[in-house]
Protein backbone atom coordinates (compact mmCIF):
# COMPACT_ATOMS: atom_id res chain seq x y z
CA UNK A 1 0.00 0.00 0.00
CA UNK A 2 1.32 3.40 -0.95
CA UNK A 3 2.25 5.63 1.11
CA UNK A 4 0.83 9.68 0.45
CA UNK A 5 2.62 12.51 2.24
CA UNK A 6 1.67 15.38 2.04
CA UNK A 7 3.37 18.83 2.42
CA UNK A 8 2.14 21.82 4.11
CA UNK A 9 3.12 25.15 3.23
CA UNK A 10 3.41 27.69 6.24
CA UNK A 11 1.34 30.87 5.82
CA UNK A 12 1.15 34.30 7.63
CA UNK A 13 -1.81 35.93 8.08
CA UNK A 14 -1.52 40.27 7.80
CA UNK A 15 -3.04 43.30 7.03
CA UNK A 16 -3.44 43.59 3.15
CA UNK A 17 -1.21 46.39 1.89
CA UNK A 18 -0.74 45.39 -1.75
CA UNK A 19 -2.18 48.17 -4.91
CA UNK A 20 -5.72 45.87 -5.34
CA UNK A 21 -6.41 45.64 -1.65
CA UNK A 22 -9.84 47.15 0.10
CA UNK A 23 -9.03 50.25 1.88
CA UNK A 24 -9.56 50.16 5.46
CA UNK A 25 -12.85 51.64 6.68
CA UNK A 26 -13.60 53.33 10.05
CA UNK A 27 -17.94 53.89 10.29
CA UNK A 28 -19.40 54.79 13.29
CA UNK A 29 -22.51 53.69 14.31
CA UNK A 30 -25.08 55.62 16.45
CA UNK A 31 -26.62 53.09 19.06
CA UNK A 32 -29.01 55.05 19.51
CA UNK A 33 -30.56 54.87 15.88
CA UNK A 34 -28.84 52.86 14.23
CA UNK A 35 -27.83 55.59 12.14
CA UNK A 36 -24.77 55.20 10.81
CA UNK A 37 -21.71 57.65 9.46
CA UNK A 38 -19.84 57.28 5.97
CA UNK A 39 -17.05 54.64 6.08
CA UNK A 40 -13.34 57.18 5.98
CA UNK A 41 -10.43 55.82 6.42
CA UNK A 42 -9.10 57.97 9.17
CA UNK A 43 -11.15 57.26 12.37
CA UNK A 44 -11.30 60.75 13.65
CA UNK A 45 -13.45 61.38 10.91
CA UNK A 46 -15.53 59.03 12.93
CA UNK A 47 -15.82 60.27 16.10
CA UNK A 48 -16.42 64.10 14.64
CA UNK A 49 -19.31 62.28 12.92
CA UNK A 50 -20.79 61.31 16.16
CA UNK A 51 -19.52 64.81 17.88
CA UNK A 52 -22.36 66.33 14.96
CA UNK A 53 -25.16 63.84 15.48
CA UNK A 54 -24.89 64.37 19.32
CA UNK A 55 -25.69 68.22 18.37
CA UNK A 56 -28.68 66.94 16.31
CA UNK A 57 -29.77 64.16 18.68
CA UNK A 58 -28.80 65.09 22.58
CA UNK A 59 -29.88 62.04 23.57
CA UNK A 60 -28.14 59.88 21.56
CA UNK A 61 -24.66 59.27 23.66
CA UNK A 62 -23.32 55.87 23.18
CA UNK A 63 -22.16 54.34 19.64
CA UNK A 64 -19.98 52.05 17.97
CA UNK A 65 -16.77 51.77 15.74
CA UNK A 66 -16.70 49.95 12.61
CA UNK A 67 -13.33 49.17 11.09
CA UNK A 68 -13.22 46.97 8.05
CA UNK A 69 -9.42 45.99 7.04
CA UNK A 70 -8.97 43.55 4.56
CA UNK A 71 -6.19 41.32 5.46
CA UNK A 72 -4.23 38.64 3.23
CA UNK A 73 -2.52 35.21 3.65
CA UNK A 74 1.30 35.49 2.62
CA UNK A 75 2.66 31.91 2.05
CA UNK A 76 6.03 30.84 3.49
CA UNK A 77 8.61 28.11 3.67
CA UNK A 78 7.34 24.56 2.64
CA UNK A 79 7.60 21.96 6.10
ZN1 LIG B 1 -28.49 58.56 16.77
Known amino acids: MAR ?3 RF ?8 ETEN ?3 VLCTM ?3 GCGET ?3 AEY ?3 GTQW ?4 LK ?20 GAWR
Open 43 to 45: SED
Open 21 to 23: ADP
Open 56 to 75: AHPGHLTYREHITRPYRFEP
Open 9 to 16: RDHTLRPD
Open 4 to 6: VKY
Open 29 to 31: ECK
Open 37 to 39: SEG
Open 50 to 53: AAVH
